[in-house]
Nanobody, 124 residues
Framework: QVQLVESGGGLVQAGGSLRLSCAASTRTFIFYHMGWFRQAPGKEREFVTAISGGGDNRYSADSVKGRFTISRDNAKNTVYLQMNSLKPEDTAVYYC?????????????????WGQGTQVTVSS
């Protein structure tokens, strides 16, 4: 069982930046694909971005390409989401996810472990 703990959410003005962190409780962190999903009020949970265990492969949703960057520090068992040029439509609860499976990153069913979520609110 892997526990994921997110931090770094908050309130920011449009155009601003935030960095989310997610710490994982596993000694085999390097083998896990890691990612981020988000869910806005009244909307379905959606894929944001993901990274492979070694960090050599990344994939992001079109809506965040060029603005959000995922990275990981395997020595610290931590994955990060750097969010720049934030827009009000980025407002959502952001969830960290993990999986050992090398599946399509986009479906929620590809991910085995979920964090509790952290709120990001972007004001206009």
């Amino acid at each position: 069982q892997v526990q994921l703990v997110e931090s770094g959410g908050g309130l920011v003005q449009a155009g601003g930046s935030l960095r989310l962190s997610c710490a994982a409780s596993t000694r085999t962190f390097i083998f896990y694909h890691m990612g981020w999903f988000r869910q806005a009020p009244g909307k379905e949970r959606e894929f944001v971005t993901a990274i492979s265990g070694g960090g050599d492969n990344r994939y992001s949703a079109d809506s965040v390409k060029g603005r959000f960057t995922i990275s990981r520090d395997n020595a610290k068992n931590t994955v990060y989401l750097q969010m720049n040029s934030l827009k009000p439509e980025d407002t959502a609860v952001y969830y960290c996810v993990a999986s050992l499976r090398n599946d399509d990153y986009v479906p929620t069913t590809s991910w085995d472990y979920w964090g509790q979520g952290t709120q990001v609110t972007v004001s206009s």
